[in-house]
């Protein structure tokens, strides 16, 4: 008895029975199912967004700008505000290239206005990744899509629609930048220039897995001891483990500088 009561004065929680694999499983679906609500919320987010920004809701409400409707409003600041616009052009170049690509054949799961809400589940930082290269996405799902729906070896249904457009914004994201109109002609220069990508690309990955451990709203401090030991685990510096988040969050190979690269 006065054990216990030493234990619950000093806060020590009592020892919590064994999870079971149902009530696991149980509660694995319920993490599903609170992501996948999240997804959808982004697409309702971005729809609204868009409609909005078009229909220049500020004016009539006062406002001199899209910025400062959204801090007035919504309390978030400039970036924040564009980054919504980014998210939801970059989602309406997906819907339109959807509607492009199945064209030419229609099923009951894929007409204009089941494109424009389907669910591709994506996430807001996928999304945002992709808007500066929503065109090159587009135009992949598009192509895609139209190669699917004249080969007949596959019906365009809901979730092979979702699959490729996952698939080619993933492919997107990973892809190294275009290289440079006039790329110089130097061989030596040509396969570094190769290597540099690859590195490029690794680090993203990497980045993509400490997101999964250390969230984009932890500073690098707090970061930092999340991952040391993931770090540890795989071999990779904690520094360099840092860079790739940080490559990840933003795109920006700066990031990588004085590290990876």
Known sequence: MGERDEDQEHGVEPARP?????????MTAGLH???DDVRRSVAVLAARVRDAHAARVWVPLGHSSWESYCR?????GRAHAYRLLDVARALAAIHGAVTAGTETSRTRDTGPSTAAALDYGLSQRALIAVSSRADVVAELITRRLAKLAHSGLQALDTATVRAVVRQAVRDVRTAPPPPPADPLADPAVVALRAVVDDLAANSHAIGELMLEVAPPYLSDTAAADVLALLCDQIGEPLDH????RRYAMSGD???LHGTVL
């Open 253 to 255: 190979r700066r990031a």
């Open 72 to 76: 007035a409003e919504f309390h978030i």
């Open 241 to 244: 483990g840092l860079a790739a």
């Open 18 to 26: 064994p999870l079971t694999e149902a009530r696991a499983r149980e």
């Open 33 to 35: 199912e609170a992501m």
